[in-house]
Nanobody, 124 residues
Framework: QLQLVESGGGSVQPGGSLRLSCVTS????????IGWVRQAPGKEREAVSC????????YYADSVKGRFTISRDNTRNTAYLQMDSLKPEDTAVYYC?????????????????WGHGTQVTVSS
C-alpha cells in the first residue's frame, strides 16, 4: 500500500508562489506515476499535472501551463508542484495521487492512491 502526504499549502496573494510537496511511503515511488489533482468548492476534481515514474512524460492542464512545474525525486520518495503566478481561480484543495499507469493527457483523476489534500487559497 502506498501512502501519500501533502504539505506546503497556505494562503497567498495573487501573483505569489507556493511549493507543494508529496511524501510517499509504504512502497518505492520508482514505479508510480504521480498526479496533482485539485478540487475547488462546488466543482469537480480537476487534473492539474502528472509526471511518469521516470519523469520522462509530463502533462499540464491548460489552466496552469507555464505557471506550474511538476517534479519528482525518487531517491527521496517525494514529488513536488511548484506553483508560480498564482491566481484566485487556483484556490482549491490540492491532492497528490498515484498509480502504476501512464501519465495521461487530459482530465485523468482515477488514481489508485490519494493523499488527504492541502488547501491553497489565493486572495488579496
Amino acid at each position: 500500500q502506498l501512502q501519500l502526504v501533502e504539505s506546503g499549502g497556505g494562503s497567498v496573494q495573487p501573483g505569489g508562489s507556493l511549493r507543494l510537496s508529496c511524501v510517499t511511503s509504504g512502497r518505492s515511488l520508482d514505479y508510480y506515476t504521480i498526479g496533482w489533482v485539485r478540487q475547488a468548492p462546488g466543482k469537480e476534481r480537476e487534473a492539474v499535472s502528472c509526471i511518469s515514474s521516470s519523469g520522462s512524460n509530463i502533462y499540464y492542464a491548460d489552466s496552469v501551463k507555464g505557471r506550474f512545474t511538476i517534479s519528482r525525486d525518487n531517491t527521496r520518495n517525494t514529488a513536488y508542484l511548484q506553483m508560480d503566478s498564482l491566481k484566485p481561480e487556483d484556490t482549491a484543495v490540492y491532492y497528490c495521487a498515484a498509480d502504476s499507469g501512464y501519465c495521461y493527457s487530459g482530465n485523468y483523476v482515477a488514481y489508485d492512491y490519494w493523499g488527504h489534500g492541502t488547501q491553497v487559497t489565493v486572495s488579496s
